[in-house]
């Protein structure tokens, strides 16, 4: 891998990671499409993670989950985990 592929991924391994949880939540889905539940489930966590890096990493080191303001981002990613589980939660019983 040439050195400014590798360094450009290391720039951008916040983001990297949560779109790889996301990827493999939508794979799941569609090996196990009757678990679709446990799928949306992970997303939610996925975005919940996203809202902890951006909320901890610095602006330099957040990648590309630093689109807007710090305090923004973080209430975006934050809403969007929180309510994708509780659609998730409800749709379980």
């Not at 305090?71 to 929180?82: E, M, P």
Request: with cysteine.
């Amino acid at each position: 891998m040439p050195l400014e592929i590798r360094r450009r991924a290391r720039a951008q391994a916040p983001f990297l990671t949560v779109v790889a949880i996301v990827a493999a939540a939508f794979v799941y889905l569609t090996v196990s499409p009757g678990h679709w539940r446990r799928a949306s489930g992970v997303i939610a966590l996925a975005m919940l993670l996203a809202a902890v890096l951006r909320l901890l990493l610095p602006r330099r080191t957040a990648g590309l989950l630093a689109v807007r303001g710090k305090r923004w981002d973080v209430f975006c990613f934050a809403v969007l985990g929180v309510l994708i589980l509780i659609v998730d939660i409800r749709l379980q019983n």
